[in-house]
């Protein structure tokens, strides 16, 4: 039987310059894994905790002395690692071990595990009946702004959805609305500075509905240009948005059902295909109520109202809240409960979009998840080494099943 022979864990920076943690896991027959885990800034009260209190410091402190003594020695594989990472802790919110410190170790394990077996990572994950020949939309960060951004605008993402078979399309696409909405910001304001957020999207000074005007002109050129489907999307991260139960713009304060009219409007009027979190995260009943009124035309995706936890998804279906799941895999802390929520979803039709953070880790195992779990979306960003790294992976593996 393959033990595990080996654990470490180390600070290492994240796109932010944030310390967070790296695992190394070492199995006895040789093979080993490395993985980081990322950090979300506008993360969701559900979510696991990233680190114990006192940080990723901390989180190396605790393993060392507390976690690693029950992890040497144990059964190498992903079920029994991602368990004891569990027991250990002894919260579901991972709050004593930190959930990045589980998701590292998990995700590192799964690598060796994939190295023993000669096979990729995607493979060592994949799903009942994925082959890996199915890849996903590109969901690509364009225009940053709430809490990825100084000095943009309320909304926190406008993104560029690039849905092609091949993924050499779908990312030359997106990566075309970055530029074009960079050009085009740029025409706007000849004189000013533009920036960049955290996740590479443009920052510009630009209200929150006119940005939608410049992204669905970029999005209409590309698609003209390069003959591939790419339409606007958008993250609210409507959590930030809530202050004393009504949703607060610089231009505009709305309660719930403004809320779903403006972003019913905003749909058909953008022609948005993807709508990430336009409600707070305990609305599941105005999510519905939104998806009941678009969720024939767009997507209606759930990223801090569900946390990547089974028990809130489950919630969410008996209620019809959404017609798709954000998975972060260190909201959930752990591979084996990331993917028990995938599974949850798969079996009910809901749609999976397999999602970075806003503070990234230049790893690649991103790209693998979202193939192997036979997720209709990769969102990951277009620019900056971090998030490159994940595209490129997907090229590769799009190289793999289409050839050169
Ligand atoms: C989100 C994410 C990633 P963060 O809201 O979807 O885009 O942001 O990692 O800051 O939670
Ligand atoms: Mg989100």
């Not at 994240?14 to 885990?37: H, I, P, Y």
């Not at 003594?69 to 190498?76: E, I, R, S």
């Not at 193939?371 to 990951?380: D, E, P, Y």
């Not at 971090?386 to 997907?394: G, I, P, S, T």
Request: glycine share 10%; hydrophobic share 45%; charged share 25%.
């Amino acid at each position: 039987m393959t033990r595990l022979a080996g654990v470490d864990l180390a600070v290492v920076y994240d796109s932010r310059g944030e310390a967070t943690v790296e695992a190394t896991v070492l199995l006895s027959t040789g093979a080993q894994g490395r993985a980081a885990a990322p950090s979300g800034r506008s993360a969701g009260s559900h979510e696991v905790r990233a680190f114990p209190e006192g940080g990723a410091e901390v989180a190396v402190r605790i393993f060392r002395d507390r976690l690693r003594p029950k992890l040497l020695g144990l059964d190498a594989s992903l079920a029994t690692v991602d368990q004891a990472l569990v027991d250990a802790d002894g919260r579901p919110d991972l709050a004593n071990v930190g959930g990045n410190t589980a998701t590292a170790i998990s995700v590192a394990t799964a690598i060796a595990l994939a190295e023993e077996a000669h096979r990729p990572l995607w493979r060592q994950l994949a799903r009942p009946g994925v082959d890996g020949t199915v890849f996903p939309t590109i969901v690509g960060n364009c225009l940053n702004g709430g809490r990825h951004a100084i000095g943009g605008p309320d909304i926190q993402e406008y993104l560029a959805i690039a849905r092609d078979p091949r993924p050499e399309r779908s990312i030359r696409a997106a990566l075309r609305v970055h530029a074009l909405v960079g050009a085009a910001l740029h025409r706007r304001a000849p004189h000013a500075a533009l920036g960049r957020g955290d996740e590479g999207g443009w920052v510009a000074a630009i209200g929150n509905v006119d940005a939608f005007e410049v992204l669905r002109a970029a999005c209409e050129q590309a698609r003209e240009e390069l003959e591939i489907d790419v339409r606007p999307g958008v993250d609210f991260a409507a959590n930030e948005l809530l202050k004393d139960g009504r949703y607060r713009y610089r231009e505009q304060s709305l309660d719930a059902a403004g809320q779903v009219r403006f972003v019913a409007e905003l749909v058909d009027r953008f022609g948005l295909s993807f709508v990430e979190d336009p409600l707070a995260e305990e609305a599941f009943d105005d999510f519905a109520d939104l998806t009941k009124a678009v969720g024939g035309k767009a997507l209606v995706v759930g990223d801090d109202v569900y946390a990547t936890d089974a028990r809130r998804v489950r919630h969410g279906l008996e209620r019809r809240s959404t017609n798709a799941v954000l998975i972060k895999v260190n909201q959930a802390g752990t591979l084996s409960r990331t993917l028990e929520t995938v599974d949850l979803c798969r079996s009910n039709g809901l749609a999976t979009v397999t999602s970075h953070r806003s503070g990234e880790v230049p790893d690649a195992w991103l790209a693998h998840v979202a193939l192997a779990t036979g997720a209709w979306g990769l969102k990951c960003g277009v620019l900056g080494g971090e998030r490159v790294a994940k595209l490129n992976e997907l090229l590769r593996l799009g190289r793999a099943t289409f050839g050169a």
